[in-house]
């Protein structure tokens, strides 16, 4: 339906002949990143909490919040989960993927507990930090192997979704911009500035 | 903005004749409205999208985890009511209140020819969102068309303009470094804004590596670097194109509408579209516009001494062709038969990108809302065998946020510490290219599509020639050469060009000249058929140059605004 809309936009609204072909239409469209959705609901409103009836479901969403604190742990500053990222992708799965983006995340959650259930005997939550660790570490391998090789896409994995969700979601979230430091505003701007102590890592 | 709701609200009887109308709000209205009211003028600005009020719609400090999609934008909407604006960056999660719905503003194009038409409408129009960069056009500009035979001559040179850049200038604030270049000549500056190690250095790698032929210089841009008229200095808070309720750049809502509204002889009317100019075929002049209501689809009409259009080069253009008559069949002002043709915008999307090592003790503090430039070099004192006209460069260098890790091995507490740290040194530069006039670019009136208000919309026929390709090419390897001179490593080179509208410097489809058989303007942006109606926004040039345009069109704004308060002073018009 909104596809259809959107066409409308550049061939014509409805009744008027299309004056451009669809594929050229599609090119347009696509130009920047794939911005059409295939069906999907309208996105929610809010920034809540993942919702009642989300398909990041509890047993998903207990995989990817363990996920992202192993990749983002609380240390000296809070991690991945303090801040909120699991509800950020709950947020994405159900207002912001399209369909076939979201089912091939989902589905890439699905193998976590199966395979560490084989490989460790307990679902990904309940590993211990160094089988958590040793878990991620194959998947981020796997991931630079397909970033390294030319005829490979890494974006089509699963744990590709899953680093830059993370990274955003923590990142771009009260506790991620507190523990940059994040200022709004400044009293001018400096080109060469020396490093803080905490950007310097001191 | 203090514009005051007795004006409006209270719109005066229809009857009443005013000085002067002006359709559309942004950069150029801005400007006349100014202009005119300052002189004395009593001034209608008709506005087609609704009132801003910068304390309640400008969003430039929203965090990002105030955001739902923190910055990646509602996309699903975006894709089902602006999948056209959704391609500018700045229509983002918070900025795309300020662009169209694409499903209410339909346009058409041709087949393989996609035109991205950008718009803004509200009060400020797109003055809201740009990109402030401020570059003079200089006589390599102006001379161009009748040197090369392309296009028709400008009907004026530097000089005439000159004055008047100073003029806008001064009222502006544009910060900026004087260079001395006379093809990109230098204005009325604030001070320039600093760049960052990288760029100094590499600023002095290329003028070494190429002889002083080629010159980087900071962004002239229209932010305060320091208080000017009323208005604060930046904040370098950064995204500017959400707006600024310190007022600390320019927009018409910030800066002309405001001192126009302080005259007492301004009157702003938003939510006004207007489909056509009317006629007067007995006195030989336009007598007003024709309104529709946008909320209540109420028809209207408004009567004035003199028109000016400034609703943008695309849809001063649709009016006019929307505006028949008997004695104008093909659009008003038209008898020229180049309304609508010789459509042009900026080619956009070739550079150069590269990693520097070095000053890693170092970084840049704020966000500043500018980069760096570099002033054409191509066919300005040799000749290029490839092309005629030629590019400029802008971009910046800073070091690498958080986002590198997307691309990085790693997880855990040390990658954590590590993309908290700021990340190499990384130059990036686009060339911006000049477009060449030609008639085959164009709209026309769609001869079946309306919009919301029922009004014809514009087909839009337009595409890049071999000219404009063949320069980008050069962009290409001129930047990863510049880069190179300035020892930058793992060197990656952007080819795509970006379709036509996207730069959002479309012009052209009312040029001045010095032929009423060939041009529909006149030296002084006066319609050759219609004495008292004014083109100005970029409808009026008659070659596209490199340079930004946003501060040429203003300085036209203001010089033909003048021009018609003295002709109508000497009972011309």
Redesign the interface.
Known sequence: MKRRRAIGVLGGVAGAPLLMPVEEIERLLAWRERVQDSAGTRPPQDNGATQVGSLLTPPRARVMEALAEVIIPATDTPGASEAGVTEFVGALVDGWLDDDDRDRFLAGLDTVDPSCRERFGRPFAECAQGEQAAFVHDLDDELTRLRDDPAADETRHFFHDVKRFTLTGYFTSDVGLDALGYRTTFRTFEGCAPLTPAEAGR | MNISRRHLFHIRPRRQEYDAIIVGSGMSGGWAAKELTELGANVLVLEAGPMIVPERDYAE?T??????????N???????EQ??Q??CYACDEVGRKFFVN??EN???????K?F?WIRGRQVGGRSIMWARQCYRLSDLDFEANAREGYGVDWPIRYADLAPWYDHVEAFVGISGRAEGLAHVPDGVFLPP?????V??HVRGAIDRAFGGSRRMTIGRTAVLTRDHKGRRA????GPCHRGCRTRSYFSSINATLPAAEATGRLTLRPNSVVPEVIWDAGRGRAAGVRVIDAESHDELEFHARTVFLAASALESARILLNSKSPDFPDGLANSSGVLGKYLMDHTMGVGARATFDG?E????????PNGVYIARFRNVTDVSPDFLRGYGYQGSATREG??R???M?????D???D????GPWSFGISGFGECLPREENHVAL?P???DKWGIPTL?ISCAWSDNERAMMRDAALQAAEMLEAGGGRDITIDTDM??PGLTIHEMGTARMGRDPATSVLNAHNQAWDVPNLFLVDGASMASSACQNPSLTYMAFAARASHYAVWAARRGEI
């Open positions: 400090h965090l990002t985890s105030e955001m739902p999609y923190r910055g990646w509602d996309r699903k909407t975006v894709a089902a999948p056209v959704g391609e694409d499903i339909p346009y058409t194009t041709d087949p393989d996609p991205l804004m600093e760049m960052s190690c760029e100094e930046c904040h370098y808070c000053w003790d170092r970084t840049t503090r704020g966000r500043r958080w986002g890790g997307m691309s091995p790693g997880f855990g507490a990658f954590k510490s993309l908290m740290r700021p769609d079946e599509q309306v087909r970006t379709p």
